[in-house]
Structure formats: structure tokens, C-alpha cells
Nanobody, 122 residues
Framework: QVQPVESGGGLVQAGGSLRLSCAAS????????MGWFRQAPGKEREFVAT????????NYADSVKGRFTISRDNAKNTVYLQMNSLKPEDTAVYYC???????????????WGQGTQVTVSS
């Protein structure tokens, strides 16, 4: 198993940037695809981005495509989400999760972090 722990959230003005980090425990980190999801108040948890175990395949939600970049450093057991050109509608709790296959469906992710708050002011 792998246990993700997110960090890097905070308050930023619209148009600004943040980089989220997800440190994952476990010796089998490289066997997992990793994904970022987010949940705003009163809304369902939604897919943001995912990356394959080798880092060569990625997928993004249309709402963040061109603004967010997912990457991973397997030597550090860490996955990142670089968020640029942030908008108020990006405000949410961001979660990192692990799956045994490359997918964008939250139901397929078996291990979840506790989340980190991202707030974008207008």
C-alpha cells in the first residue's frame, strides 16, 4: 500500500501560482499511478490530473488543461501539481490519491491523502 500526504496549499490571488506536493509512503510507490482531485464546498469531488507510474502518460481535466502540470519524482516518492494562472473557481481542497492503473475515475483510486486547502481570491 501507499499513503499520500499533501502539502503546499494556501491563499493566492487570481492569476498567481502554487505548487502542491504529495509525498507517498511505501516501497511500492513506483507501482502506482497518481492523481490529483479537488472538492469545493457543496460540490462533488472532481478529477484534476493523473500521471502513470513511469511519468510518461498524463491526463488533465479540461478546466485545468494548459494551466496545471502534474509530475512525479519516483526517487523522492513524490508527485507534484504545478498550478498557474489560478482562478477563484480553483478554490477547493486538493487531494492526492494512488491507483493501480492509469485512470481518471476517483472510484479507481484506493489510497487518499487528507487534502490541502487552496484558496484563490479575486
Amino acid at each position: 500500500q501507499v499513503q499520500p500526504v499533501e502539502s503546499g496549499g494556501g491563499l493566492v490571488q487570481a492569476g498567481g501560482s502554487l505548487r502542491l506536493s504529495c509525498a507517498a509512503s511505501g516501497r511500492t510507490f513506483t507501482s502506482y499511478a497518481m492523481g490529483w482531485f479537488r472538492q469545493a464546498p457543496g460540490k462533488e469531488r472532481e478529477f484534476v490530473a493523473t500521471i502513470s507510474w513511469g511519468g510518461f502518460n498524463t491526463n488533465y481535466a479540461d478546466s485545468v488543461k494548459g494551466r496545471f502540470t502534474i509530475s512525479r519524482d519516483n526517487a523522492k516518492n513524490t508527485v507534484y501539481l504545478q498550478m498557474n494562472s489560478l482562478k477563484p473557481e480553483d478554490t477547493a481542497v486538493y487531494y492526492c490519491a494512488a491507483a493501480t492503473r492509469f485512470t481518471s475515475t476517483p472510484e479507481a483510486f484506493s489510497s487518499w491523502g487528507q487534502g490541502t486547502q487552496v484558496t484563490v481570491s479575486s
